[in-house]
């Protein structure tokens, strides 16, 4: 499966090149949305029309604002037909944007590149309808000051709620692409306000080998928006046990006994340790004396072994969290994230 490039390297690859006017971009700071097209042709559906209408009432374009169309095709057709296409694709979404929300044409740049960068397998049906897109990228603009309610009163709340779970759903069968065309269209609909859609997107990303930065700043923005999002935190934790162990700070030789055993802030670690360590596990049980789970393993030569977690401060986050308030908010956020490691795990580690 073709993973989907990270942000920065699809914009500096093919657009900073091509106007020379941009020196530098962030990739956790660009709006963008992605359109798709039927085969062989270069028209915009009414629903299309109506994410770009949302993307672009939500964002001011100033003079030093800049609006990048990059076209594509799937892997069908020859090199010079793929490239036409592209390019068409591109300027119908130009050709959009200055028409209807009255965009100064020099600002909107389009570029067709063929069949480059699939986001698909391109030997199926539908992986070549992903890879058949253009993708619109915003810089130096600034989000209009929301007109919305955050909640249940935002109009678009429940399309959002459906979209990111939809997404997480698709994440647990591992069909990221199609996850992040939900995410994609739940940030058009000003789904980054919500803590849940940052985690998921971290989670995505997680698991398509986004750049370790990349994810860290969805999931940390998701736990400033809600201390509470337990997915966020979980995945976070992860991330710092691969940092540790690509650090060597926490070694596969590490954790063999009671005494050695690997201190943990979140369940979920434990199960990126086995992960990372390359072992297979086989049995787990929860010591009744010590705050620690051992779990039995086979190494790759089939070898057993056995690893020690001592979680006494998995849930430290929780109470000091919720130290202002009485003690049912924070058993129930213990409660609650213990629960969603059971749920998230049952189904994700395999």
């Not at 020379?20 to 700071?29: E, N, Q």
């Not at 793929?82 to 694709?89: D, E, P, V």
């Not at 965009?103 to 570029?111: F, H, P």
């Not at 253009?134 to 249940?152: D, S």
């Amino acid at each position: 499966m073709n993973r989907v490039k990270p942000m920065m390297v699809l914009l500096m690859g093919c657009l900073v090149s091509a106007w020379s006017g941009v020196t530098a971009l962030k990739a956790d700071s660009i709006p963008f949305l992605t359109v798709h097209f039927k085969t062989g042709k270069a028209l915009l559906s009414d629903a299309d029309k109506s994410e770009l209408r949302r993307l672009f009432d939500y964002y001011t374009i100033g003079p030093q604002g800049r609006v990048f169309v990059v076209g594509y095709t799937d892997g069908k057709g020859t090199k010079t037909e793929n490239q036409k296409l592209s390019r068409q694709r591109a300027e119908t979404v130009r050709r959009e944007i200055i028409g209807a929300f009255g965009i100064d044409a020099g600002i909107v740049m389009a570029l067709g590149k063929a069949a480059a960068i699939p986001l698909a397998d391109n030997k199926t049906a539908k992986g070549r309808a992903l890879n058949r897109r253009a993708e619109i990228y915003l810089t130096n603009v600034q989000a209009r000051k929301p007109q919305r309610a955050l909640g249940p009163d935002d109009p678009y709340w429940s399309q959002i709620q459906d979209l990111v779970r939809e997404a997480e759903e698709m994440i647990k069968e591992r069909r990221l692409e199609s996850a992040l065309l939900r995410l994609k269209k739940a940030h058009a609909l000003g789904a980054d306000r919500y803590s849940d859609w940052h985690a998921v997107f971290g989670i995505a990303g997680y698991y398509n080998s986004a750049p370790p930065e990349e994810i860290r700043a969805h999931l940390v923005a998701a736990l400033n928006m809600d201390p509470y999002n337990v997915k966020a935190r979980e995945y976070l934790s992860r991330m710092d046990a691969r940092q540790k162990v690509s650090r060597a700070e926490v070694t596969k030789d590490m954790g063999h006994s009671i005494e050695t055993a690997i201190d943990i802030t979140a369940i979920a670690q434990q199960y990126e340790y086995l992960r990372l360590f390359e072992v297979v596990p086989l049995v787990h049980r929860e010591l009744e004396t010590h705050p620690v789970d051992v779990w039995q393993c086979v190494d790759g030569q089939g070898a057993p072994v056995v690893y020690f977690f001592n979680h006494a401060s998995a849930y430290q986050w929780a109470f000091s969290q919720a130290s202002s308030d009485n003690a049912s908010p924070g058993t129930q956020a213990v409660q609650a994230e213990h629960t969603s490691d059971k749920i998230w795990e049952a189904k994700i580690f395999k």
